[in-house]
Each structure stands twice: as structure tokens, then as C-alpha cells.
């Protein structure tokens, strides 16, 4: 008899728990397989992962529930994957089977296609009256038979119903075929040979290519600014991993994942390409899944994530924008991509690329102090477009000559000049809705949402106030809700609400407003990209999504609202941020043959940030920076785990973070863990969302492993006390609560 032991996938938070199921004669699951088992009481069915099999089994085995059905084809997970979850579970306290989720698809059983194709029947008479789109999808059809129905559409442009009326007619017949094997999603062919490198570039790839060759495990920093060629370096690095049979990972910021560089890798690699996104469907996303899997795809695309693709053989792991947030998992396992890729290359043992032309503090540190290699492109790669002129402008003079708007003299006198001279401008904000908050002149009542006792946003074109951390959206009302004015006002600025005031102080200028609200849809980011770059719009209003990667040769002018918004947020990590976004939303301004111009609007000008982006200094940012960090003991001079309390009943979380504070201190007190400091406990800067109540606890530690050792501990003691206060600890993590 055979028996396996199974680790079953329940919430995310639950412990782990592991139990031995009985093989059904004839079922073949080997380790790494998925399976559906019946769990508990009611025998619900339930995801699980073999781990292990066995001949005998513990205990009564008369009792021993047996596997339902194996999903998907093969199994899910090979053992270097699994070893890879089990890191991942001990360094993020994570449950192992949360972990193992991440490498396997969703529903690795949905991966037959199934296509709608059309078969030509007759030809139409003239009695048929075939309108033009019935016209062009015929003579499509002559010369693509073996297209798929949506394939046809697209290209003649023919609407469903002149489909229907065809198939009505009698003049073709629609019939579904399905696919079993996965074809690529990127069907281009492999026509771009790629750029010849220039020198600076050719050095950069030789020597990560050098690395790959001797199978060294290196840390790369390739640091150049945007417009250098860090991709071109990148896709010539993964030319020649590919060339000796191994494959690469390119993981880039989602929103990074444009159709223009989906299309410019596609030229390069054609079908060799597998493009994980957020907008496949779960069949795609398996099909995809699988080409991985059997090596047919040979370089894998996409964000955080699509380093859990299942690429048998690994030479290369590439991570643009090593920088950006959006690589740091907000949900269970908290991991960070760049850990989990270092990780990964050590145990491979070959070469890792971090790209950026802003590196974050960490890896820039790391690279001054020779723990990773630094390659630099200091120059742009097509043509070396002068710098653009960086001015900072002093909003507390303007205010004290009663200027009390939001826009400067300055601003507005260089927008005039763009629209004369028919150039496009950019004003950047760091803000979404219609204002900030809503609050009352009279009593200073200012309105909530009562879950999270947030301010409310109020979002102008769908006429609501919104909490913009739960969700949760309520009508406006006309008076103060506590003393009964009729004296409401917007306080604060949003995209909206300056692209209102724009609109009134040029009311000829076509004004594109582009942030989360107005892009949501599926091709919102490419329509307003279109928009621009046909220059159909003379203002753009936006937030930092306007920061990354659009070409826009006809933007001149680039204005900031206000530096100040994000400089002064309650995290270590703000200075940084601010830096880097408005280092990248002046690398907007003048990338054509005309120079650029950059206002940048401040309370605060003789800041180091703003005065280091003002001077083009990021050499001067990092040391100020770095000084600071050190002075106040934050990475990459120390760690830190941020430990957060959930809970239902206040007084219940703030005691169960006292204890555990406690516990943690006693434990930073024993000879292993030494130098830990432990601080708060404190509620949550948001202290309750959704009913939820939140405190949270800190502990600093010079070094990383003996931290986590002292978490892993002390979580546990706390676990098997509290039951109704949930802990979720977060390593280095990328926002404060
Ligand atoms: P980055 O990734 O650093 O922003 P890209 O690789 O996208 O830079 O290059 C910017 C532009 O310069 C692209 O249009 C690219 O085709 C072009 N380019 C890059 N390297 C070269 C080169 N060696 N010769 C000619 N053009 C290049
Ligand atoms: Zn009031
Ligand atoms: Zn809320």
C-alpha cells in the first residue's frame, strides 16, 4: 500500500499542517505532484502538495482519507523548487505551503484552448447584400483559413454580427477546435538582430557574460541613466545565456510591462519569449506555465512574480528597476524579488543583474562597498541630449507675496510660453481624486470613513467620497455633519482638481489628466500614451505613472507641484523616493533634439534631495543619504522587522503587542540574538482599517540571520498564546505601518 504525506493549502495565514493521504490503486503522484483531498469534518476539497510517499503509514490506517484526483499534467514543484520554498517560509515566517503556491499555476488543469475558427461555405450573391465588414472578413478569410475566429475579426475589422449574418447566410460556418498544446502568446518572429553595443554597453555585458561563462555567482549594479541602453545590454546578456542553453529572467515593475517592450523583446526573441502579466486569464497563465516548464520558452518576462516560473535550467537573472517598491510582496510571503533572485543565483550559481539609473540606498551601499559589481553607462545611448535645467522654486516666497494658488508665477508664465510655442508640458502630483480631504470652515470637522478614520477623498467625476484605503464610497454631503454649516471645503490638490484650475487659467490648452482613476481600463495607459505622443494633448496632469518609461520627445517642460508632499511622509524610506521619482520625472523633460526645463515647487529648497536632483548630484544624494542612515541606524546599516498586531478588540491587540514586545526583549537579551533593539509597541500609523485594529513593533538588528532566528522564536511563543491576534512579521520592509 502507499501513502503520501500532503501539505494542505489553507488560508494564507494558517499554520502549516501536513498529513498522510492513501494512494488509490493506479493513481500515480510523485513528489511535487498537486492533488485534491477531502480535509475535515465535512470532507471539503482541498489543494495539496505531495511532499513525501511512504509504504506504511502511523497510526490506524483504517482511518486514512484517500487522494480524490491529481491536477495538472505532471507534478508542480521539483525538489529545488521546494528548497526554495522552505527558505522562503523560514526568512518571511511564512507558511511553506503559501510559499509553494507561488511556483505552481493556479489551476494547472486549464490548459486545453479552446479557439472559435470559421470554414468558407459559398460565395456571397448580390442578393445576399454583404455589407463592407462581411466583405473584408471574407477576403481575410481567403487568405488566412487557418486563423482563429478573434484573430480574423481583428484584422478585418469586422463587427460579431456581420460574422453572424454571414453564418446566417450560409456563407461560412464557425466551429471550435480545441488546442492541447500550448502555443506562445507572443507569435512574432525573431526578426531584430539587436543594437551594435557601444563601448560602455559592450564592456557591461562582457564582463556579466564573463561570469555566466565561469559560472560565478556575481552581483551586477548596472547603473545608467534611462536612455543609456541598460535594455539592449540586458537582452545581449540574455542572447548569449540562451546561445549556451540556458535560460533568463527579465523582471521588471508592472508597470513597466508595456506593449512597447513586450513588442521590442518579442522582435528579439520571438516565440522564445513567455510574457507573465496581471491580465492573463488562468488558462494563459498555465499554458505559459507549461512552455516553461518543457523549455520551449527559453526567457520569461513580467513582474515579482514570474521569478516562480518554472525554468528548469537558469543562467540569468536580470532585475530592472531594482529599485522600485512594487518588487517587495504587501501580502503572504513578504518577500522581497531582489532577496528571493540573490537567493536563487547562489544557489544556481550564476550571475545576477540589478539595473537602475536611481539604485536604491541598499544596493548602491553594496556596491561602493564592492559586494556587488558596479558597471555604469554614463551616457545616452542614441543621442547625448543636454541635461535639462533644474530649478527650484521657493513656494513660501510666493505665498508671502499673496499668491495663495497653487501654481507659481514661474510655472505659469513657462506653461504660456510652451503653448505658444506649441510644445507639450507635464505637471507632475503626487496625489489622485479631486482634493484630499473634505472639512468644515466652521468647526474644523473633517469627514472620515468611520472604518478606518481616514479622510475621505472626494473624486469629482463619479461624485463620491472615497477611503482611498478600504474602499469604501459614500455620497457627499452638503453640511458639517457635526455642527450643521453649510461651509464644506476641499482642502489639498489632486490631479482633478488641478487639471480644473488648469483648464481655468487656459481654456484653449487641451488638458490630459492621467493617473489610476482616468488609465484603470484595459488600454488606458497606451490610449493616453497615444495622446500624447500624437500630440494631441498640450498638458499632461499626472501622477508618478508619467515618471516611467514613455518616450515623449515633444514634452519641453516638465512642472512639480510640490516636492514636499512626499519628502516629509512618516518613513525612513521617503528622502529616497522623492529622489528617485523626481530624478525620473525630470528625465522626462527635453528627450528630443529640444532642451528641457524642469520647475520644481517647494517650501523647502535647501533640502539635500531637492538640492542634489536641482545639481544633477546623485553621487551627492547617496552620501547625504547614507550618513543619515547610518546616523540613524537604518539599512542598509541595520535591519529591521517590522512585526504587525491585528485584531478585532482594541484592548485585546494592544496587550497582546505589549507581551509580545516583551517576549521579543527578553529574547534580544540571550548571548545568540545580541544588538537586537526592540521599539514600541505603537499603534499603526493607520490604526484601524475595516474594523481591524493595528499596532505594530519594531526590532533593529545590525545583522539579518540572527534577526530572523530571534523572530522565528519569539512568533512562535506568541502564536501558541494568542489566538485571536494575528501577527505578521515583514522583513526589511518597504513601507512602515
Ligand atoms: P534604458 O533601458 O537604459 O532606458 P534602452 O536600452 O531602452 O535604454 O535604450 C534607449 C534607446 O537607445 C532605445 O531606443 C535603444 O534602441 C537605443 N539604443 C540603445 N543602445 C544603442 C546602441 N548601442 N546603438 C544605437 N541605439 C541604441
Ligand atoms: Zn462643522
Ligand atoms: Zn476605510
Redesign the pocket.
Known amino acids: 500500500m502507499a501513502f503520501a504525506q500532503i501539505i494542505v493549502k489553507l488560508t494564507a495565514h494558517a499554520a502549516d499542517s501536513i498529513y498522510t493521504y492513501r494512494v488509490p490503486e493506479g493513481m500515480n503522484v510523485p513528489v511535487g505532484s498537486m492533488v485534491r483531498v477531502p480535509f475535515g469534518k465535512g470532507d471539503r476539497m482541498l489543494d495539496g502538495f505531495v511532499l513525501g510517499l511512504s509504504e506504511t503509514a502511523d497510526g490506524s490506517i483504517g482511518r486514512i482519507k484517500q487522494i480524490a484526483s491529481v491536477s495538472g499534467r505532471e507534478p508542480v514543484f521539483t525538489g529545488r523548487e521546494l528548497g526554495m520554498a522552505e527558505w522562503m517560509s523560514r526568512r518571511y515566517d511564512a507558511p511553506l505551503s503559501s510559499c509553494l503556491a507561488l511556483f505552481v499555476p493556479r489551476d494547472p488543469d486549464k490548459t486545453t484552448q479552446v479557439r472559435v475558427y470559421a470554414r468558407f461555405l459559398r460565395d456571397p450573391l448580390p442578393a445576399d447584400r454583404a455589407g463592407s465588414g462581411q466583405k473584408s472578413f471574407l477576403s481575410v478569410l481567403a487568405e488566412h483559413p487557418d486563423w482563429s475566429l478573434s484573430l480574423l475579426m481583428k484584422a478585418s475589422g469586422a463587427a460579431r454580427s456581420s460574422v453572424r449574418s454571414l453564418e446566417n447566410k450560409g456563407i461560412i460556418e464557425c466551429f471550435e477546435e480545441s488546442d492541447e498544446t500550448p502555443a506562445p502568446l507572443v507569435m512574432q518572429k525573431a526578426t531584430d538582430p539587436g543594437k551594435e553595443l557601444n563601448a560602455e554597453q559592450r564592456q557591461a555585458a562582457d564582463r556579466i557574460i564573463r561570469a555566466f561563462r565561469e559560472g560565478q555567482n556575481s552581483k551586477f549594479l548596472l547603473y545608467g541613466i534611462t536612455g543609456s541602453g541598460k535594455t539592449e545590454v540586458y537582452m545581449s546578456c540574455m542572447e548569449q545565456v540562451l546561445a549556451a542553453g540556458k535560460g533568463a529572467y527579465l523582471l521588471v515593475p508592472e508597470i513597466s510591462l508595456t506593449p512597447q517592450l513586450v513588442e521590442r523583446l518579442g522582435r528579439r526573441f520571438g516565440d522564445r519569449i513567455a510574457v507573465l502579466h496581471s491580465r492573463l486569464n488562468d488558462t494563459e497563465r498555465s499554458r505559459e506555465w507549461l512552455r516553461i516548464r518543457r523549455g520551449a520558452a527559453k526567457v520569461v518576462v513580467g513582474p515579482r512574480s514570474a521569478l516562480f516560473a518554472p525554468m528548469p535550467d537558469p543562467g540569468l537573472i536580470i532585475l530592472d528597476e531594482e529599485h522600485e517598491s512594487s518588487y517587495k510582496s504587501e501580502i503572504t510571503p513578504r518577500y522581497h524579488a531582489r532577496e528571493v533572485a540573490e537567493e536563487m543565483a547562489a544557489r544556481g550559481g550564476f550571475p545576477l543583474v540589478l539595473g537602475s539609473a536611481t539604485p536604491s540606498c541598499e544596493s548602491y551601499y553594496q556596491a561602493m562597498e564592492g559586494q556587488a559589481e558596479l558597471l555604469r553607462l554614463s551616457r545616452r545611448a542614441v543621442q547625448d541630449a543636454v541635461l535639462p535645467a533644474i530649478r527650484l522654486i521657493d513656494m513660501r516666497r510666493e505665498m508671502a507675496a499673496g499668491n495663495m494658488t497653487g501654481f507659481s508665477g514661474e510655472l505659469i508664465a513657462a506653461l504660456k510660453d510652451r503653448l505658444a510655442r506649441n510644445e507639450q508640458s507635464i505637471l507632475f502630483l503626487n496625489r489622485r481624486g479631486y482634493s484630499s480631504f473634505v472639512s468644515c470652515r466652521k468647526c474644523g470637522f473633517v469627514l472620515r ?6 479622510p ?1 477623498t472626494y473624486h469629482k467625476e463619479q461624485n463620491l467620497l472615497i ?6 464610497a459614500v455620497q457627499p454631503v452638503n453640511t458639517c455633519p457635526s455642527c450643521g454649516s453649510r461651509y464644506l471645503r476641499m482642502s489639498g490638490m489632486g490631479t482633478e482638481r488641478i487639471a480644473e484650475d488648469l483648464a481655468g487659467l487656459f481654456p484653449d490648452a487641451r488638458i490630459l489628466r492621467m493617473d489610476a482613476s482616468t488609465t484603470s481600463g484595459k488600454n488606458g495607459f497606451q490610449e493616453a500614451y497615444e495622446q500624447i505622443r500624437d500630440h494631441k494633448a498640450d498638458i499632461i496632469v499626472g501622477t508618478q505613472m508619467i515618471a516611467k518609461g514613455m518616450d515623449m520627445p515633444l514634452v519641453t517642460l516638465v512642472g512639480v507641484i510640490s516636492a514636499d508632499m512626499s519628502l516629509y511622509y512618516p518613513d525612513f524610506h521617503s528622502t529616497e523616493r522623492t529622489f528617485q521619482l523626481l530624478t525620473q520625472v525630470a528625465g522626462r523633460a527635453g528627450r528630443g533634439d529640444r532642451p528641457g526645463e524642469v520647475l520644481i515647487q517647494t517650501y523647502e529648497p535647501k533640502h539635500y534631495v531637492l538640492q542634489s536632483v536641482a545639481a544633477h548630484d546623485d553621487a551627492e544624494f547617496y552620501r547625504q543619504e547614507l550618513a543619515s542612515r547610518q546616523m540613524l541606524a537604518c539599512p542598509p546599516f541595520a535591519h529591521f522587522l517590522q512585526i504587525l498586531l491585528t485584531g478585532r478588540e482594541e484592548d485585546k491587540v494592544r496587550q497582546a503587542a505589549g507581551d509580545l514586545a516583551g517576549i521579543l526583549q527578553r529574547e534580544s537579551e540571550t548571548a545568540e540574538s545580541g544588538e537586537a533593539v526592540v521599539l514600541g509597541p505603537s499603534p499603526a500609523e493607520l490604526g484601524r ?2 474594523n481591524i485594529f493595528r499596532w505594530k513593533l519594531l526590532v533593529r538588528h545590525p545583522e539579518e540571520e540572527p534577526l530572523i532566528r530571534m523572530a522565528g522564536v519569539c512568533l512562535e511563543e506568541f502564536r501558541q498564546k494568542y489566538r485571536d491576534v494575528a501577527a505578521a512579521a515583514d522583513l526589511n520592509p518597504v513601507n512602515m505601518y
Open positions: 470613513c468611520p472604518a478606518c478614520f481616514l475621505y477611503c482611498h484605503h478600504c474602499g469604501r482599517i475595516d
